[in-house]
């Protein structure tokens, strides 16, 4: 069974960084494509960065340059730094998954392809 697990988040001021992880179990998790999704209040949830099996990343233009995701396929986890963080930016961060294309996910952050979600992990910034 496909389990994702995020920790990391937190309160923060303006300004402020925080790294968020996601352990992956239950899978091959090298061959799945991976992505952080983020929910604010009231709002629709968003992609935000996706990530290829082989670490090439697609970034929201919302967060380029302030957000970098990583993957360690040996310990089969996923990360987002965040930096420059800003009240904007509060909201329940995801990580979820999908293989629907051998590893790669064509640049697509529909939250409908990814089949496997974790149960988030909050982040607010406050000013």
């Known amino acids: 069974q496909v389990q994702l697990v995020e920790s990391g988040g937190g309160s923060v001021q303006t300004g402020g960084s925080l790294r968020l992880s996601c352990a992956a179990s239950?899978?091959?998790?090298?061959?799945?494509?991976m992505g952080w999704f983020r929910q604010a209040p009231g709002k629709e949830r968003e992609g935000l960065a996706i990530?290829?099996?082989?670490?090439?990343?697609v970034y929201a233009d919302s967060v380029k340059g302030q957000f970098t995701a990583s993957r360690d396929n040996a310990k089969n986890t996923l990360y987002l730094q965040m930096n420059s963080l800003k009240p904007e930016d509060t909201g329940m961060y995801y990580c979820?998954?999908?293989?629907?294309?051998?590893?790669?996910?064509?640049?697509?952050?529909?939250?409908?392809?990814?089949?496997?979600w974790g149960q988030g992990t909050q982040v607010i910034v406050s000013s």
């Open positions: 239950g899978y091959i998790y090298s061959r799945y494509c």
């Open positions: 990530m290829n099996k082989d670490g090439t990343t």
């Open positions: 979820a998954a999908h293989s629907k294309w051998g590893g790669y996910c064509n640049d697509s952050p529909l939250t409908s392809l990814f089949d496997y």
